[in-house]
């Protein structure tokens, strides 16, 4: 009779769950413990390279991101002003037709100023005459306050375009700093990527996931650390006796009891 074959039943990652309760599947691979640990420790060596290529670019990746949104901010400014003298120009259009309109009802009033019938008129049509003049001269006023809000704003205008003009070589100034930095690191940041993509196909979705949990936490990104001088790689904490032996066994995934690093024996190195 054929034996029923069990089904392993994977039970889903904790981000809060620490190394000690991933000790037993971590024993539980087709790689040995020796081999994961030493695959785990050349994970980190890759990420630190990584790292330090990133680091040589600086600020520049960030600088070049501010320089843009800035640029795009006053680009954005500039179309303003341009429409708000659009929109000056048109109401001055408007304001000197408004002038035509008035100077026909005026001469239309004047000329039934001949011909009136008694004073009353008289002192009706002054009244509408009076009532397009000041409508005219408040016509003019416009005019005038928005050929003066034109000169300023093209002021504003150039002065902002000069601006931009700054912006835009510091811009292609930092993008040809980091280009150059890039293309020189290009080549060997494909080599450790590719590397480092290697080694985190072989180490399983739960120790990854710690893994990349203990280098977001810790200030150096130091994940895995060796031992140094019987002492923790990445916090200086002495390690006891027992742990040491356990570390240099390469049998058993050990972490530190006072930063959570995996701890590797040191001839990894």
Known sequence: MATKKIKKVETPIDQRETF???????????????????????????????????????????????????????????????????????????NKQNIIDLDEQISKYQKQLENIANSREYDSINKELENQGLLRQIAEKNIYELKAAIVAKKDELETLNQKIEVRNGDLAAKKEELAVIVESTSAEEEKLQARRDECAAKIDARTMSAYDRIRNSVHNHLAVVSVFNDACGGCFNTITPQRLIDIASNKKLVICEHCGRIIVNPDFE
């Open 20 to 94: 000690v309760s991933l000790q037993k599947a971590f024993a539980d691979s087709e790689l040995s413990v020796e081999e994961k640990l030493k695959t785990l420790y050349a994970l980190q060596e890759a990420d630190n390279a990584i790292e330090k290529i990133v680091q040589l670019r600086g600020e520049l990746p960030a600088e070049v991101e501010v320089l843009e949104q800035e640029i795009a901010s006053l680009n954005a400014k500039g179309v303003q002003f341009e429409t708000l003298i659009d929109e000056y120009n048109n109401s001055i259009e408007a």
